[in-house]
């Protein structure tokens, strides 16, 4: 079976692979590029497990073809810390304990920050529906909420 | 938010508080490892072939072609596994029969379920996997199937094992079914009792079935060596737990199967038994290679065990003066396609939140064409809470009494009787009920179309065995090893437990879960039973280490060890007349390891009694949208007796946690079969867990009770909360529309529907 | 497993050469947010896959003779934020932003929505509704067709082989312009539509309705416009008893199925409270517009 070579960046790096056409952007950055950040909780797009950005804009990866992201700018959780310095969401979630099991955390936090870029003073009620792709069964999304929005509150002074 | 009501002040530093948990950052950054992140060289990619049909005959299946395809290394079926013995193991509330569970894995002579595996593959890709599957071709006799519990116990069902005789009846039954087990609690003379009632009240209720929903797929890699020696890298509430059952699935030696505990993405009791495990296990076994299989969401729906549905009813009769004198209930629970359903915590947690002379609790295990059922947060107890705390708040409602007055009236108290024989022992029920009626919110207005439901609800608790190792490294850190899981935040609050007992900062405590060869044995991460039983074996580890700090503390001073003391992490002379010495730290005797006797390290092992049940009580305000029947849920208010809240951040987040899953199962959660018996909704599209906006905040009160058999008072905390959740939403809807809800969900046409028999009446 | 093709055309005329010359099942790849699912679940297996969102004229908008015209494989969360046409069509908005999850819309695009072909999809009643008309292009050239021809059925479009929907063009609004989109869904999100009803009404200088269309979602094998809904309102201030006269109406014209999803009964009533409700919030958008 042949397989696509794609050239992409990843968290900022230039990175090739081989795919097969029906290969998911999810499978290869786990089984290709060995980035297991970003996880499959579905497969089809209900959960945000797989949450990443293309070219800055938030998509589940597992409703994304490898072959489709020739020459985009993907970011994954593993590039959202600045080198050793967690990003304040990263370090919210963590104050707060906006995280139990951790296996819907880095798709949230992903999302939080396309929704933090995009709108720095969000509500209550904008961050649960910005969040409605992102499936938590441990939380009950109070602690998520609470540190997304705190998380906001900081970035906003700096 | 949260409240926290303390019965006593305590002198605790690092209990209590909130730090970091250790575990957290690799969750933030991406970096911790799952069942699925893990992967070795050579290693094979397991696919599970499985059923289309809920309920039909193997005649034959043919492997030969999928063998043939360049790729494939190894083809299995339930031929690659041994037979068991028809037995059940175990206390009977748990027991297991592997003869069932091995056909569970894999089918044998018939396939029970759709879903239900009956061959797999292990191939050097998974796209060759997937093909391979297609190429196996299964001969199936398709049988007559049944869904529902009511219509599997009818004579004329379909039977799912011909010659199964149900248990618990004398004399036994002389012809087959489908009810595998009848179990039945009595105290006092429930028939005298109804007659002598002033009101009786009794309904009927049904649920339907629910999936934990954990938003990992179940997981594992595994690698099964030439020489008989293996190893399994999986998620699971219980490595120790999976290692036995993975061994004796396969028929090997337990001492030859080692097994890592992987970060686990949520179980809530669906992740205590293998699924994948003696699957992939059997397959690098035939094939040489390691072997990972990852489930879909699909297959997770369809092959892992779901909670029970129900068919139930419960009748209480009360005097005047609001005292309940006589309660009974029938619980009919689906066990899926083998037996097995948790219907008898069912039966004994129905009414335990309350003292009442007369009980009768019956519960049927009925199997049906579906997955068999699993664990799923205090397995079985929602459900027959659900009933009960309905009838509880009709029976309230009909003598004219506030929901939880009527409670607080008839509580359960320490020396209540249970219907299964002990007395309660423990208080904490009543202080739930007060925390709530002292609430602003329960008095708050409502509005129209708003109502407000209450509910209380017991659970066990568990205890248990557990293992423990502390090594003090030779800077002063302290290395707390364990054997249990953590599902959520057990490593925090076993160091903080740590870190309390032996006086030093929490952040030089450094826990971890160790493999099954590394540590003593764990049982699972379950009953709610880790923080306690496992926090005694590491609290004892603890005070193990202390002894021993001691003794080379009076080694160093040249005196007896009982003449020094342990406090606040140092040595101390244990009285003036002792000795005149400056303290030591557990740093400074650390320092000096290799020339006070080598390393310090203590192991503990404990079989933990002296559980105390867990026990809420919640409020809950609802609008219902009288045009479509929506409902949504305005405000939710939980409060547990926790005993000691060790971390209160993950403890609120368990109640959070438990209250969110309670939602989604009163309002919208379900399996839904065609007529076909397939399920038609096995993904997170329309099998419809709560989302953010779902939801409202979710207060929670902290009641701590503490328990006298923890040395910090623990009791269990994630699973009670759960109990009262179902009944607190229906009974908030009930309020709103003026008219009983009897069946789970209330899905809007339901509610709707509700709402426009009580115009038309 | 036979072999799937990938291609990405930067022209039209090249990717209709690619869907009409290809030999077994191609498929346009827009957002993929159904195609994919399908493909992995086995229910499709494409010979060929068409990537066509490097084709500009299918992923711009661009105002047209007062009017907007947005490329088919414009991902919705694009739609979203474009700020002009999101406060000149609201009603069309609002279907667009319940098109999945916010992940879900950074892919998936009107075109698919409409070219899927489900009667449930929530795109297509505002559209509808909005009176808006697609643009096509196939081997035999370009044609234009008003949106509520192009589906069929369940899974089924009037589109030849090799032709695809290219965009969307929304006329230029009178004064006193108001559309909206209500659906029912059992949670706030992530759900597929029970009920959708899309309402595009024109008032005017008077306040009374002089133009409608309404357009239910999910209540037939497609979506359905109702003229006799539409009659209910014009001529009429919209008061209570035209929105009476309209949810009537509304209900009437279902023909729904029995599914996972919801009951006939429901279905039917809730059609009748979700065009009510739409046309209140149309109602609302044209009193506020000048």
Redesign the interface.
Known sequence: ??K?HVTATVNGDVVEFLC???R?LL?VL?DELN???????????????C?VT?DG????S????G??V?GKAIE???G??AGAV?HPL?RK?????A????????GI?I?AR??LERNPDPTE?E???????????????????DAVLDAAREMRRQ | MSATLKPEEKKLKVVGTRPIRPDGVPKVTGLARYGADYSLPGMLWGKILRSPHPHARIRSIDTSKAQALPGVKAVMTSADLPEHKFEYVGPERVAVNFWHMTRNIMAREKVLYEGHAVAAVAAISRSIADEALRLIEVDYEVLPHVIDVEEAMRPDAPLLFEDMITRGIEPAPDKPSNVSKRIEFKIGDPEAAFAAADEIVETSFKTAPVHQGYLEPQACLARFDPDGQAEVWASSQGHFVIRALTARLLGMDIGNLRVYPAEIGGGFGGKNVPYVEPVALALSRKSGHPVKIVMTREEVFKACGPAPGSSMTVKIGVRKDGKIVVAEGVFKFQAGAVPGSPVMNACMCAFAPYDIPNVRSVGYDVVCNRPKTAAYRAPGTPVSAYAVESVVDMAAARIGMDPLQFRLKNIARPGTPTVWGPKHTHEGFTETIQALMKHPGYSAPLRKNQGRGVASGYWFNNGGESSAAVHVNEDGTVLVATGSADLSGTRASLAMMAAETLGIDYDKVRPIVADTASIGYGHLAAGSRTTFATGIAVVEACKKVIGNLRARAAMIWEVNAEDVIWEDGCARPAGGNKGRFEPLSLKAIAAKRSVTGGPIVAEVSVNAGGVAPGFATEFCDVEVDPETGQVKVLRFVAAQDVGRAIHPSYVEGQIQGGAAQGIGWALNEEYIYDTAGRLTNAGFLDYRVPVASDLPRIETVLVEVPNPNHPFGVKGVGEANIVPSLAAVSNAVSNAIGRRMTELPMSPPKVLHAIDSGRAG | MSEMRYEAPRTLAAAIALLSGANGQASALAGGTDLLIRMRAGSVEPALLVDIKGIPEMTSIVAENGGYRFGAAVPCMELVEHEAFSTAWPGVIDGVKLIGSIQVKGRATVGGNLCNASPAADSVPPLIAAGAVVGIVGPNGRRESPVENVVTGPGKTSLAKGEIVTSFLLPRRPPHSGDAYFRFTPRTEMDIAVVGAGVNLTLDDGGVCRQARVCLGAVAERALLVPEAAAALIGTRVDAAALKRLAAAASAACRPIDDKRGTKEFRIKVAGVMARRAAEMALTRARRKN
């Not at chain 1, 980035?35 to 497990?49: I, P, R, S």
């Open positions: 079976m042949s696509h097969e056409t029906h998911s499978d786990r980035l297991t950040g970003t996880k499959e909780g579905c497969g089809t797009g209900d959960c945000g497990a949450s293309i804009r938030l998509t589940c597992c409703l994304v073809l072959v489709e020739e994954t959780i593993e959202m810390a967690l990263q979630f963590l104050e707060h304990a995280l139990q099991c951790g296996i819907c955390t880095p936090l999302a396309s929704l009620e961050v649960r529906y910005w969040l409605a792709g992102n499936l938590c069964r441990c939380t009950g999304y109070h602690k998520i909420v």
